[in-house]
Nanobody, 121 residues
Framework: QVRLVESGGGLVQAGGSLRLSCATS????????VRWYRQAPEKQRESVAD?????????AESVRGRFTISRDNAVNTVTVYLQMNSLKPEDTAVYYC?????????????WGQGTQVTVSS
């Protein structure tokens, strides 16, 4: 069973920083693209950033220049980070990790349980 576990959320003042982590388990498997999404109350879930297996990153316009996604590829496990700087109250949301995984030759898409980020003004 592939599992994604997010951590690092919390309460921070505007202008502050947080680093989210997404740890994978359930080897052996191959982690391809990993994405961070967020969902604020009464809003649709939106893509924040993604990173391919080769390390190519892309960002939503609303976070470009403030957030940095990175990944640490180890044997049979991958950890993806989201460094969030210059946080704004509008960044408040539950942040979810999402990954494309190939396990036993079968492609699947998996979600973590989410971690709450709250930015106070």
């Amino acid at each position: 069973q592939v599992r994604l576990v997010e951590s690092g959320g919390g309460l921070v003042q505007a202008g502050g920083s947080l680093r989210l982590s997404c740890a994978t388990s359930g080897n052996p498997f191959t982690i391809n693209t990993v994405r961070w999404y967020r969902q604020a109350p009464e809003k649709q879930r939106e893509s924040v950033a993604d990173i391919t297996s080769r390390g190519t990153a892309d960002y939503a316009e609303s976070v470009r220049g403030r957030f940095t996604i990175s990944r640490d590829n180890a044997v049979n496990t991958v950890t993806v980070y989201l460094q969030m700087n210059s946080l704004k109250p509008e960044d408040t949301a539950v942040y979810y990790c999402n990954a494309d995984v190939v396990r036993d030759g079968i492609w699947g898409n998996y979600w973590g349980q989410g971690t709450q980020v709250t930015v106070s003004s």
